[in-house]
């Protein structure tokens, strides 16, 4: 062979590999969460089914739409718990969420319309950018911000860290309590000013950075100290040490115990590209005792727990996601929860629905979603209310996780000082003697009850370790 035609062989080859080696090094599939949700909340899962009524803990994947209507509010939670909340009448799309050969987590979301906040709480080198019109948004690492989009303008503040608009002639940093104001579609056109304006959806947004932050930071679980869902865990159940099978978690409620119970019975199966047909829990806690670890069916009168698993302090949520459930142990006649048979080329593929599933299942005696909407003035109740068959208002036994009387309009002391939800106690110690939870060991004082009473009152300290959005 010609020498020429050898070197230029060899140019082919080697452009083709780094090209390869490019696209492997941005192919890692992520898949985050659909943490929250309240009012009409609608998603397209690129699956040919459209725009279809949002599932609560639906893993999200890239290339996946989420809009809210007139009194919508949803929330997306990433691995390292950041947090993308998205207020009424938006429409946002995932068009990148994937991890370089680094180990970088890659988010690039577009904002078509609407107001979203995004709280980036990496501090490692994960990237976060921001897309609207023309403009490219770049948010630096620990950034809290809220994005405003309309045909005629987006406007960026920046209540904690830095943002970066990119592709201009110089460098564009927006600071903290900063506004960047924006031409969609002449992104040259921009003006930073001093100050943030003040948003209706911004005491929701409070609501929920306090209520991740409150629970969880709490000392509460045994693993580790970042992860999405932690919060949730901490809020709605408690840990305890079952011996065979390490640490075990349970929701709080049911009174006695939860061997009636099935976690499998309240849901969905949901189909994402890439992934296939997974589990959708209703309740607000449902996505890591759902998709890492396994449910065991103890003796002693507990009946089910999740068990988190032997790397449960070592990163596991990280890694190794079940789309289908995995089941320890199961009690006698038990059936297995089974995903919807997928035909070869079938399409669409419906999302199936499991029970009575609302936005967010409540188990009876336990505790209830707090009303974080309430603070939006005018909002309505939305999908995440629970009411029994005559149209009344379920309440827990410890329904006062809930700060009484609380007004987020008046003008008394209760207006800005108080929290929709009271900040978690301390932890109570695990036992330090083997808790009897095999067959034929006799019963197990202190599962399976409703939840401890929280502590009363305002809960504005953890309130004030929120950002400041004055």
């Known amino acids: 062979m010609p020498r020429h035609l050898k070197s230029a062989l060899a140019l082919l080859t080697a452009f083709m590999l780094a090209a390869a080696a490019g696209a492997f090094a941005e192919s890692h599939v992520r898949i985050v969460r659909l943490s929250y949700l309240n009012g009409q909340v609608r998603t397209d899962r690129t699956t040919g089914q459209g725009l279809e009524r949002a599932i609560l803990n639906t ?27 998205i207020a009424e009448n ?29 709280d980036a709480r990496s501090k490692g080198d994960d990237i976060y950018r921001i897309k609207s019109g023309d403009s490219i948004l770049l948010v630096q690492r620990d950034t809290q911000l809220r994005l405003s989009v309309t045909p005629e303008r987006a406007r960026l503040a920046v209540f904690k860290g830095n943002v970066q608009l990119m592709d201009q002639p110089q ?25 943030t304006e003040p948003l209706p959806a911004d005491g929701w947004n409070r609501e929920r950075e306090a209520y991740q932050q409150a629970y969880a930071d709490n000392a509460g679980n045994p693993g580790p100290r970042v992860g999405y869902g932690l919060q949730d865990l901490n809020y709605y159940g408690s840990y305890f040490m079952a011996p065979g099978y390490g640490y075990a978690w349970q929701p709080y409620g049911f009174a006695n115990s939860m061997i009636g119970w099935d976690p499998y019975s309240l849901g969905a199966w949901i189909f994402s590209p890439g992934l296939g047909y997974s589990f959708a829990s209703q309740y607000p806690w449902g996505w890591l005792p759902y998709h890492y670890g396994s449910w065991a069916f103890l003796g002693g009168g507990i009946g089910w727990a999740w068990i988190p698993g032997g790397n449960y302090g070592s ?145 504005s300290a953890s309130h004030s370790s929120g950002p400041s959005h004055n």
């Open 59 to 85: 893993p999200i994947v890239q290339g996946m739409r989420v809009e809210t209507g007139n009194d919508g509010l949803a929330e997306v939670e990433f691995e390292n718990a950041s947090t993308l909340r």
């Open 90 to 118: 938006s429409e946002i799309e995932f068009r990148t969420l994937s991890m370089n050969d680094s180990g970088a987590k890659v988010n690039e979301i577009e904002v078509v319309k609407g107001v979203v906040y995004l």
């Open 171 to 195: 460098m564009v940093n927006v600071k903290r309590k900063e506004t960047l104001t924006v031409d969609p579609t002449d992104p040259a056109g921009y003006k930073v000013a001093v100050g």
């Open 315 to 459: 990163g596991w949520y990280s890694s190794r996601f079940q789309a289908t459930p995995i089941v320890a142990k199961a009690p006698s006649g038990w059936t297995a929860a089974t995903a919807p048979a997928v035909a070869v080329g079938q399409s669409p593929k419906p999302t199936v629905m499991v029970g009575r599933a609302n936005s967010a299942a409540y188990i009876p005696g336990g505790r209830i979603p707090p009303a974080f909407s309430s603070v939006i003035r005018g909002h309505s109740a939305g999908a995440s209310a629970t009411f029994n068959n005559a149209g009344v208002r379920n309440r827990a036994m410890n329904d006062n996780v809930f700060v009484p009387h609380y007004n987020a309009f008046g003008a008394g002391p209760n207006s800005q000082r108080g929290h929709v939800f009271a900040a978690p106690v301390a932890p109570v110690a695990v036992m330090g003697s083997p808790m009897s939870v095999g067959p034929g060991y006799g019963t197990s004082a202190g599962r399976g009850v409703a939840a401890p009473p929280a502590s009363s009152g305002h809960a």
